[in-house]
Every structure is written in structure tokens, then in C-alpha cells.
């Protein structure tokens, strides 16, 4: 029987040679990551261990991203035992900011995160690396304080569900973000609980590596454990100025099995938006039209990288957020600000009259930097639209993707692209 | 012996503890704000020995570890759900907060309903409906996990033993 891309990499880094579904398993790690919320919980449970030493100071990523640049005193104390415990331990992947950006978008783009790597992180959108190719899953910080220590996982192996796009003809304005939207929408908030989400077809082959991030990001949304890509020429392409060490690719077997097999056509995929308080609400864009809107922010892991930004300018190059909504740019990384701000990106937002921020999560989580009173209605590129999630209990998140985002901006009300263009 | 406070499906973590209380750590901080979002006389009248249940998709969203560890201090004897999003899941073993699966025991137990557990052998009664249930044992990889007291101590055995 033939094994799923996310079956052999867990076999390999198990040391096996093969391994079925429903296996425990311990697993070498070739990263382990934590952020500025999740990283001191790790680093007091890893002293617990009574170890003077990480496993590899070459395989942790520290990234003090969550409420950085810092909010307040206690936030703060967080990035302090942050910065203390990587220069304890040199730390060879550990950013200030200024060279910060949001981790899920950080890593892959410095070649952190390569194919065939088996990656846990303490944050559940670890599972956005799945996009070039690898095992990434979240996990807590006292699992991530083990790897910390230990250089090992153990991890039970998941069923893999297989997603087959196909076709190319995608209807205008449609990202991966709209793909991952419409998944959740049919198999629900645990469609996919404790599974490998597989995505694969000639319409995943037509996505950019920025679309793919988004699809792989949001495997969470669904329950799963990590959600997964095969490489392709992309991916090569993408990783070729990037990858800093040497790299495997696994593909799935013709003969693999699976849970479950889904088939979409692309062009059968409108542009989504997820209604509150469940990712898995997600309807067509005609179906939200209308909506009024007081907020809306185009950025975090799932939607803050290039091309997200390039989507959301072509949208609102010449014109002006409406008088009602306070629109939020927030870039993933320097560089994406850098590469944003040289294409002239950064121009059209202001002409526009948005808030252009520097690289956090933020408002994603309602940590800072836009923040929604009681009442209030957020459109928003990020993951989740939980209870609360961005504010206020009372509050509302909508979330779509970048050109709807803009477009409603616009308008000041849930908006398909073409009603202001 | 305790209460039973219920709750619906899909739990997620950012109810169990908001992330606007996650410029901090301490148990008993978290533990002040545990549930908020979902029902406000919680956290101020919890008693220890309630009981937490869930429906489906218990614990979803975030990896915040804050979440088990705010339930915990609580002082709430377990949480039963009928099932557990799996960074939760994963979570709630490593840090020694008792998890039972248990969907009848979900659908039998009412909010306010006065409940005993035995988790050693994952047998729930319902004291005020004189009803019975049988939680689902846990994996035999899980029991030594969960009868070392967490992963820590866990992996320190291990590490011992080798």
C-alpha cells in the first residue's frame, strides 16, 4: 500500500519505514517555534526540565510577534523572557523588531520552513508551512517546551482527506482564501478534526505560493493537523533564493488511501465570506452584499504577503475608503512592507485614506492595533471570527479575502469587486 | 461532587480565555476571566469540583495553552465533552487537566445538575437524574501520560529510564 506525502514524512523523521494512520509515533523535529504569547509558557515549563541546553539552537524560531511592538508593561515582560531565553541560548532564529514580521509569514519567506521537514509550533497556524511541502502542526507550549529540549514529537498519524481542484478557470478575484473558506464551509469546524487535509489538481497548481499559504494556513479552521501541498515547480522556484539548507520532496503514492476524497471545480468557487462567530459560515459575497461594515483589516498570516496587498491596491488605486469605515493595512513582514512600499502599494492605501501599520498580529487576535467596541462589525483577511475574537464580545467579524476586503471598503458595506470597479 | 456548567459545540479557546488577557500567565489571573465571553457569572461562581461540559469540537481555535491551564485553575474537577478539537486535547494531558470524552454523559447532564466523577475509571454519575455513564477510556500511550502527571514529568522518566 502507498503512502500520503504526510505519511512519509512522518515515517522518515520516525526513523520507519513505513507508517498507518492511527500510529503513535515520535518524530525528529527540523524546527520548533514560538511567539511572544506562547513562548514564555514554553520557556517556564522548559526550565522545569532542568536542561542547560536546547536541543539545537539552529532549529528554534522565536518570534515576538503577537503584541509587538509592545502594548503595554505586561506584554513587554512577555518579550523580555523572550529575548533573554534566545540570547541564553543563541538562538540563531530570533528577530527584533524592525526585522520582526508575523511568524507565519517570516519563516517561509527567510527559507526557514522547507519541504519534507516535520515542524511544530506553538500557534496553531504552524500548519501554514504544509504549503511548501511539510509536516507543520500546532501544538502547546508545554509540547513545544519538549521539543524544545528533546529535538521530538510524538504525534499520532493522521488520516489524510484528500481536496482535488479542478479546472483553472477560477472566476475573476478568487484567492486560496476563498478555496480554504468554501472547504470549511461544507465539512464544517471539524470536518477535518485530528486529519492531514491534502490539496492537490490542477487548480492548486495554478495557485501562487501566496494563495497557497493562505489555503494551508486555515487547515485549523477545519480541525486538522496540518494541512499539506506537494512541491512543485513553484515551490522549487519559490524556495531556490530562500531555502538556507538542503531539502527533501515527498509526493503522495498513486496508491495511497485515504479518509475521504473531495472533488470541486474551480470555477464552481465564488468569492466567499464567513459569517460570525464560525469559519465554517462562509456563503458567496452575493450573499453578504449589503452588510455595513465598520472596520476592515487586510493583513495577518493568512492574508498579509505581497500579493494580497498587490489585490487589494489594484482595488483601490484611485479611490477612497468610505467616510464610515477605518480600513487597516498590516504587511506580514519588512520585507513584504519593503517590496510593498517600493512598488508604491503603500501610496494608494494613503491616498485612499487607510492606516498602513508595521508587521504584528494585532487586531487578528484583539490584541492592539485595532481593537472593535461593542456593536462594532470588522471585515477582515485574518482566520477567525470567534466570539470576541477581535474586541468587544459584542462585536462582529466577517472574513474574507483581500479583494473583498478592499472592495467593501469602498463601499462601506460587504462588496463584490466589480461594484466598484 | 459538583455542579455542571454546560455549554454548546465548538468551544473555542479564544472563550475559554480572550487574548486580551494574554499579556499574562498566572494561573489565577487566567482563571479570573476563564469562560468569560460565553457566560460572565462563571469564572465568579465556579466552584471546585464542578464540572465543565462541552458538546462537539471542544477547545478549537488557538494553541493557547492559557486556555487548559485558566480551566484548571478553576479549580473544576474535569471537563466531558463529546469531542476535543486536538491542540486542546493535547494541552489539557500535558498539563494534568482531566479531559473525559463521554457524548451521552453530554446530552444526560443538565446545566445546574449535581455530578461525580471517578476518573480513575472515567465513570460519571448524575446524581440529581440518578443516571450513569461510562467515559471513553483513554489510549494506553494517553493513560501513561496522564498517570506520569503530564509530559514534563513524562519526559523526564524517559529520559532517566534511558
Not at chain 1, 519534507?116 to 507543520?136: E, K, L
Not at chain 1, 501544538?139 to 479546472?167: C, H, Y
Not at chain 2, 463521554?102 to 445538575?113: F, K, M, R, T, Y
Request: proline fraction near 5%.
Amino acid at each position: 500500500m502507498g503512502m500520503t506525502i504526510t505519511e512519509k514524512i512522518l515515517a522518515s523523521h520516525a526513523g520507519l519505514d513505513e507508517v498507518v494512520p492511527g500510529q503513535l509515533i515520535s518524530a525528529k523535529l527540523d524546527l520548533a517555534l514560538a511567539n511572544d504569547i506562547t513562548g514564555p509558557v514554553a520557556i517556564s515549563e522548559f526550565e522545569k526540565f532542568g536542561m542547560d541546553k536546547v536541543f539545537d539552537s539552529k532549529k528554534i524560531a522565536l518570534v515576538p510577534d503577537h503584541f509587538t511592538p509592545n502594548k503595554d508593561i505586561a506584554s513587554a515582560e512577555l518579550s523580555k523572557a523572550l529575548r533573554t531565553f534566545a540570547r541564553k541560548h543563541q538562538i540563531e532564529h530570533y528577530w527584533e523588531q524592525g526585522r520582526v514580521g508575523i511568524e507565519h509569514c517570516l519563516l517561509p519567506e527567510q527559507g526557514i520552513t522547507l519541504p519534507g521537514d516535520v515542524i511544530i509550533g506553538a500557534d496553531s497556524h504552524t500548519c501554514t508551512y504544509g504549503a511548501v511541502g511539510a509536516f507543520a502542526t500546532g501544538v502547546g507550549s508545554t509540547d513545544l517546551a519538549a521539543g524544545m529540549a528533546t529535538g521530538e514529537a510524538w504525534f499520532r498519524v493522521p488520516e489524510t482527506i484528500k481536496f482535488v481542484f479542478n479546472g483553472t478557470d477560477y472566476q475573476p478575484w478568487v484567492s486560496g482564501k476563498d478555496l480554504i473558506l468554501y472547504i470549511i464551509g461544507k465539512i464544517g469546524v471539524d470536518g477535518a478534526r485530528y486529519c492531514a487535509m491534502e490539496f492537490t489538481g490542477a487548480g492548486i497548481e495554478a495557485l501562487s505560493m501566496d494563495s497557497r499559504f493562505s489555503m494551508c494556513n486555515m487547515a485549523i479552521e477545519a480541525g486538522a493537523k496540518n494541512g499539506i501541498i506537494a512541491p512543485d515547480e513553484k515551490t522549487l522556484s519559490y524556495l531556490e533564493s530562500r531555502a538556507g539548507r538542503p531539502y527533501k520532496v515527498y509526493t503522495s503514492d498513486a496508491d495511497a488511501s485515504y479518509r475521504d476524497v473531495f472533488e470541486f471545480n474551480v470555477s464552481d468557487i465564488p468569492l466567499q465570506v464567513a459569517f460570525p462567530h464560525l469559519p465554517e459560515n462562509a456563503k458567496s459575497v452575493q450573499e453578504a452584499a449589503g452588510i455595513k461594515i465598520d472596520q476592515i483589516v487586510i493583513g495577518s498570516c493568512t492574508n498579509g504577503r505581497l500579493e494580497d496587498l498587490r489585490v487589494a491596491a489594484q482595488i483601490l488605486r484611485g479611490k477612497k475608503v468610505h467616510s464610515d469605515i477605518r480600513l487597516i493595512v498590516i504587511p506580514g513582514t519588512q520585507q513584504i512592507y519593503k517590496d510593498a512600499m517600493k512598488e508604491g502599494l503603500f501610496d494608494i492605501f494613503i491616498d485612499a485614506g487607510a492606516v498602513v501599520s508595521t508587521p504584528t498580529c494585532g487586531p487578528c487576535l484583539g490584541g492592539h492595533m485595532g481593537i472593535l467596541a461593542k456593536g462594532e462589525r470588522a471585515l477582515s483577511t485574518t482566520n477567525r471570527n470567534f466570539v470576541g475574537r477581535m474586541g468587544h464580545p459584542e462585536s462582529e467579524v466577517y472574513l474574507c479575502g483581500p479583494a473583498v476586503a478592499a472592495a467593501s471598503s469602498v463601499k462601506g458595506e460587504i462588496s463584490h469587486p466589480e461594484e466598484v470597479l | 461532587m459538583g455542579k455542571a456548567w454546560k455549554f454548546g459545540n465548538d468551544i473555542d479557546t479564544d472563550v475559554i480565555i480572550p487574548a486580551r488577557y494574554l499579556n499574562q500567565t498566572t494561573p489565577e489571573f487566567l482563571a479570573a476571566h476563564c469562560m468569560e465571553d460565553a457566560d460572565m457569572a462563571f469564572a465568579k461562581e465556579v466552584q471546585p469540583g464542578d464540572v465543565i461540559i462541552g458538546g462537539k469540537n471542544f477547545g478549537c481555535g488557538s494553541s493557547r495553552e492559557h486556555a487548559p491551564i485558566a480551566i484548571k485553575a478553576s479549580m473544576v474537577k474535569a471537563v466531558i465533552a463529546e469531542s476535543y478539537a486536538r491542540i486542546f486535547y493535547r494541552n489539557a494531558l500535558n498539563i494534568g487537566l482531566p479531559i473525559l470524552e463521554c457524548p451521552e454523559a453530554v446530552s444526560g447532564i443538565a446545566a445546574g445538575d449535581e455530578i461525580q466523577i471517578d476518573l480513575e475509571t472515567g465513570k460519571i454519575d448524575n446524581l440529581t437524574q440518578n443516571t450513569t455513564f461510562q467515559a471513553r477510556p483513554f489510549p494506553p500511550f494517553m493513560q501513561e501520560l496522564i498517570k506520569a502527571g503530564g509530559l514534563i514529568p513524562y519526559v523526564q522518566r524517559r529520559k532517566k529510564d534511558a
